[in-house]
C-alpha cells in the first residue's frame, strides 16, 4: 500500500527506516502535514530478526516497517514509495524530486536515508550478508554464539572487532586478507585473549548447504569457521543532497562516510535535519528510531519558532493604526 503526494507539506521525510518513520510519527502527532518517501531498500533487509529492540526482540526487519507505516498513516501522516532524484532549496523550503519528475515541496526536510554497506568481493560472502557474515556483535553475536568466528581484517577497526567477538566465543581467529597482520599492542591483546591471527590472503567462502563451512585461503588451506565477522566500509545514499550542498564527508574512525550534524541532528543547511545510520553510522535500530524522534521533535520547534515569529509581526499595530493625535 502506498500513498499519494500531494503539493506540499510541513515536513518531508526522506527515507522510510526505523530512523525516517519515527521522525514522522513524532511529526504527525503535533499535527505536522509529513510526507514520508520510500525507496524501499532497507539496509537490514538480509537480516531474519531486528534484535537489540526493547520490546520486539527479533521481530522481523519487514514486519517492523510495514506496523510503523501503519502508525504513521494512522496520524494522518503520507507513506509514499519513491526514489529522490534532487532536493533544491525554493522560497520558503526546498523543492522535492523523484525519479519520474514528481515535485513535492516541504518547508522543512528529514533525511534518513541510511548507508550502503560495501561488501568485501569473495565468492560466497554477500549471499550469506546477514545470516552467518555478520559485522555487529549487538546485532548478531548472540545468533553465532559459542561458535567458531572467523574476523576478516578490512579496516582501521578489525582487532576491536576481533576483541568484541571474542566476548561471545573462545574460538575466534582474526584473518588478516590484504593488511598486514597486528603487532605490537594489538597483537599482544589478542593473543592474550587467546585470538589467532592467520596471515595470507583469504580467498573465497565454503559453504555447505545452507550454511560456511570454512574460510579457503589464497593457497588452498580451508580453516574450519562457522560465521564470518566483516567490517564493511559504509557509503551515504545521498547523491540528491548535491543541490542543498550538502555532502558526506569521512567519518572520524576511518569506517565511511556520513552526513555530519549536531546532537539534535541539524546540518549545516538550515532548514535540513539527519538521523539513522546516514549521519551516525553506528546506531542501531532502537538508536536510530530514537534519533529520528529527537530530529522530529527539533523540528516541530523549529516550525513553531518560525510560526510564533510571523503570528508576532501580524498581530502588532501597524503604523496606519496609530491612534490620531488630538487636534
Given amino acids: 500500500m502506498t500513498d499519494q503526494l500531494r503539493g506540499g507539506y510541513d515536513v518531508v521525510v526522506i527515507g522510510g527506516g526505523a530512523a525516517g518513520l519515527n521522525g514522522a510519527l513524532m511529526l504527525a502527532r503535533v499535527r505536522r502535514t509529513v510526507a514520508v518517501i520510500d525507496a524501499g531498500a532497507p539496509r537490514n533487509a538480509p537480516a531474519d530478526g531486528v534484535h537489540g529492540l526493547l520490546g520486539r526482540e527479533g521481530i522481523s526487519p519487514a514486519e517492523l516497517l510495514e506496523r510503523g507505516r501503519a502508525e504513521v498513516r494512522h496520524d494522518g501522516g503520507y507513506v509514499v514509495r519513491g526514489e529522490v532524484a534532487a532536493a533544491v532549496p525554493d522560497s520558503g523550503g526546498f523543492t522535492v524530486t523523484l525519479d519520474g519528475g514528481a515535485t513535492v515541496r516541504a518547508r522543512r526536510l528529514l533525511v534518513t536515508t541510511g548507508v550502503v554497506d560495501e561488501l568485501p568481493d569473495l565468492p560466497g560472502l554477500r549471499d550469506r550478508w546477514g545470516r552467518d557474515v555478520v559485522h555487529c556483535p549487538y546485532c548478531h553475536g548472540w545468533e553465532i554464539r559459542d561458535k567458531a ?26 584473518f588478516s586478507h590484504t593488511m598486514p ?57 545521498a547523491a540528491f543532497l548535491d543541490g ?20 539534535a541532528g541539524r ?33 516541530n520547534s523549529d516550525l513553531i519558532a518560525e510560526e510564533t515569529r510571523q503570528a508576532v509581526a501580524a498581530h502588532r499595530p501597524g503604523p496606519s493604526s496609530a491612534s490620531e493625535p488630538a487636534a
Fill in 149 to 174: 568466528i572467523g574476523v576478516l581484517a578490512g579496516g582501521p577497526m578489525a582487532v576491536h572487532q576481533a576483541l568484541l567477538f571474542r566476548q561471545l566465543s573462545d574460538d575466534v581467529v582474526l
Fill in 181 to 237: 597482520p597486528p603487532t605490537g599492542e594489538e597483537a599482544e591483546q589478542l593473543a592474550a585473549r587467546g585470538v589467532r591471527v592467520i596471515d595470507g590472503e583469504v580467498a573465497s567462502l565454503v559453504i555447505v548447504g545452507d550454511r560456511i563451512a570454512g574460510v579457503r585461503l589464497a593457497g588452498g588451506t580451508v580453516v574450519d569457521r562457522e560465521a564470518l565477522a566483516v567490517a564493511p566500509r559504509m557509503t551515504v545514499r
Fill in 267 to 299: 546540518t549545516d543547511v538550515p532548514g535540513v535535519w539527519v538521523a539513522g545510520n546516514v549521519t551516525d553510522l553506528m546506531a542501531q535500530v532502537g538508536a536510530a528510531a530514537a534519533a529520528g524522534a529527537a530530529a522530529g521533535a527539533q523540528i
Fill in 244 to 263: 542543498l550542498g550538502l555532502r558526506p564527508v569521512e567519518h572520524p574512525a576511518g569506517v565511511g562516510e556520513h552526513v555530519p550534524s549536531d546532537a
